[in-house]
């Protein structure tokens, strides 16, 4: 069935710091892959997505390239804030989510 | 446009008790999905529903139910409780329309369930 492993957590950075935080996948088919952001008690909301291989999705300077050779969509930012700060999750069609990668950034 | 909305926010219940959690999607939604969440499970996938049937289902006992109204308003009930089903449980609704699971779901903010 399908799955998704995200990298543990929690994930400390310093403002301005590059932010990679990996998910792969395991699915049939091709899957639309998402990335949801949840901050401190609040649901979660889309923070991107891709619906076919080799889509980039961006949004707030985040960006997740959706690679089938290597079932990855890793999410990648150049420069974070303390705003940032937040519960991060890989979805998959949806329906799957990672276990959630907590990222904390310092000023 | 008002977002999903759910309903209790907090709930306090003791072992054996059942509980009824609601969800109002956003306006023209026809799906809604629920989903537990704890610290040591993750998000975990309980149903989906679109147009009042259950779509997709999660590995969850029967315990977890769930039903849609033609409104699209949903309720999940959760009969017997345990220790364990304490948890935020979150709901989301989405169009639904692309059938292949690449619609942008949108979340409320969750009700948390404690269990005593």
């Known amino acids: 069935g399908d799955s998704v492993t995200q990298m543990e957590g929690p994930v400390t950075l310093s403002e301005e710091a590059f932010l990679t935080i990996n998910c792969t996948y395991t699915?049939?088919?091709?899957?639309?892959l998402f990335w949801y952001v949840q901050y401190p008690g609040e649901g979660l909301q889309l923070l991107l997505k891709?619906?076919?291989?080799?889509d980039k999705g961006s949004n707030k300077g985040f960006e997740a390239t959706y690679r089938k050779e290597t079932t990855s969509f890793h999410l990648e930012k150049g420069s974070v804030q303390v705003s940032d700060s937040a519960v991060y999750f890989c979805?998959?069609?949806?329906?799957?989510f990672g276990s959630g990668t907590r990222l904390q950034v310092q000023p | 446009k008002a977002g999903v909305t759910q309903t209790p926010r907090y709930l306090i219940k003791t072992r054996g008790q059942q509980v009824t959690l609601s969800c109002s999607p956003i306006?023209?939604?026809?799906?809604v999905s629920w989903y537990q969440q704890t610290p040591g499970q993750g998000l975990q996938f309980l149903f989906e529903?679109?147009?009042?049937?259950?779509?997709n289902k999660g590995n969850f006992p029967g315990r977890f139910s769930g039903r849609q109204f033609s409104n699209s308003r949903s309720e999940m009930n959760v009969s017997t409780l345990e220790l364990g089903d304490s948890a935020l449980y979150l709901c989301?609704?989405?169009?639904?329309?692309?059938?292949?699971?690449?619609?942008?779901?949108?979340f409320g903010p969750g009700t948390r369930l404690t269990v005593l």
């Open positions: 989301a609704s989405s169009s639904g329309t692309s059938g292949s699971g690449s619609d942008t779901q949108y």
């Open positions: 699915a049939t088919g091709y899957p639309s």
């Open positions: 891709a619906t076919k291989a080799d």
């Open positions: 979805a998959l069609r949806g329906l799957t």
């Open positions: 306006s023209g939604h026809r799906s």
């Open positions: 529903y679109f147009s009042e049937t259950q779509r």
